[in-house]
């Protein structure tokens, strides 16, 4: 069978993202301190759900920034 293979319709897409961005720079205006905050507990629970594999794709100033380059238990 041919024909175009239907996507995930819970793929994130560049919609998704411009809307995220948007989402973290009204934040930001407001209280850059607490945007850190929520970006280090997502990227925090991100590294987590996989396993400390996302902390060795992070650059190295921002896993010290959310405390991601501490040693793996």
């Known amino acids: 069978m041919t024909g175009v ?3 995930d319709p819970t793929a994130p897409t560049d919609d998704d993202a ?3 961005v948007a989402q973290l ?3 930001a205006g407001a209280d850059p301190a607490e945007v850190r905050q929520v970006v280090a507990e997502v990227l925090g629970a991100l590294d987590r759900a996989a396993g400390g ?3 060795d ?3 190295a100033a921002v896993r010290a920034d ?3 380059d501490i040693a793996r238990n």
């Open 5 to 7: 293979v239907p996507t």
């Open 18 to 20: 411009a809307e995220l």
């Open 25 to 27: 720079r009204e934040l």
């Open 53 to 55: 594999a996302l902390r």
């Open 57 to 59: 794709h992070l650059p």
């Open 66 to 68: 959310d405390g991601l």
